[in-house]
């Protein structure tokens, strides 16, 4: 994932336009139903979805500024890891899944976050229970294998709010189900025939409905740490005292003005060398600075004695990256030559600080 999307946590809610549509198609029972979003953000979509019916919202949401957001518009939520959340099986009547666009990294290779959230959740479905999934479209063939084997009456389409086409965004509907063996195979080439239909219909609201069966409250139980208390512990701890001058500016040092000014040449070795890295400022100014060597070569040709010489002139100059705890970010570099920065070729790892 992009640094930028990393900054938001892989979190794209979805289009106040698309939730509408969605929920003209999804009829909840009048008995009353759990309906939970394992990814919240601010709880819009979920709130957006489930507008009007008598239902118990639960969510769960890694952030923290999101997750307080959620849980002050009426949503039960969990402020933490979704897998170190536990609740039971066949709990829910509704799961809304819109996870995040990422993968996991791990020794035994690298798994899409869309697949490790479906694989969490989908047991916590009761049976008949609906699930509604907003991923890529190309994200749906790594889960068709689990999707083939629970659930069924699926339904793929196209969202067209130009923030979802940005994404390439389908949302997919199924209902869960007992699937038998011998009705696997079969259950597999319906679900793959309507992910890659060549003509996929677009979301629109006027759908045939998907009916919501009544299911009582529930509880859902975090296992995990509270990080958020930890790392508030942690700067007043012994161990942070130690590492702190290895890993931050010392603050109290005070550092002379060099005999003579410093010279291009002299912030190039600084920066190459990785001395200008590091966390500075505070408050909202407070950044983390990531300087690294960028090599431009600049192309001439010089006619002479009926015959054209091409020469290359290269100029190494440097580029400091910015990155602000509000997650704003800055690139700066020397333009002094008006030399285009497409045109640049980057030093190699070993040259770049």
Known sequence: MRAVARLKLGYYPLPFEEGSRLRRILQFP????????????????????????????????????????????????????????????????????????DSEVASFGNK??????LQKTFRWLIVGGVLVMVVPHGQLE????????????????????????????????????RIKAADYERNREQLISAIWTDAMPVLTGTEAPFIIPPTTKVEIEHRGLPLDEIEDLVLSSSAWAKVRPYVLPREEASVGRPITPLHGGHVGLLCTAGLLNGVFGSGEDRHIARWRTVKYVTTFEEKTE??????????????????????????????????????????SPARAA
């Open 30 to 101: 009048i008995e009353g139903a759990s309906v939970l979003d394992p990814c919240a953000g601010t709880g819009a979509a979920l709130l957006q979805i489930s507008e009007g019916e008598n239902v118990a919202r639960y969510a769960v949401e890694l952030d923290a500024r999101r997750a307080q957001e959620c849980q002050e518009a009426g949503i039960n939520t969990v402020h933490g890891n979704l897998f170190d959340v536990q609740a039971k099986s066949g709990s829910f009547s509704l799961l809304y899944l819109n996870p995040p666009y």
């Open 112 to 117: 899409r976050m869309e697949l490790r959230f």
């Open 306 to 347: 009926g015959y054209t010489e091409i020469h290359k002139r290269e100029r190494f100059s440097n580029e400091l990256a910015l990155v602000y705890e509000d997650g704003r970010t800055l690139i700066l570099i020397d333009e002094k030559k008006k030399e285009k920065r497409d045109n640049a070729e980057r030093t």
């Open 142 to 177: 790594g889960c068709t294998d689990l999707l083939a084997d629970a659930f069924t009456s699926f339904q793929v389409l196209r969202l067209s709010d130009p923030g979802s086409m940005r994404f390439d965004q389908v949302v997919l509907i199924a209902v869960q189900a």
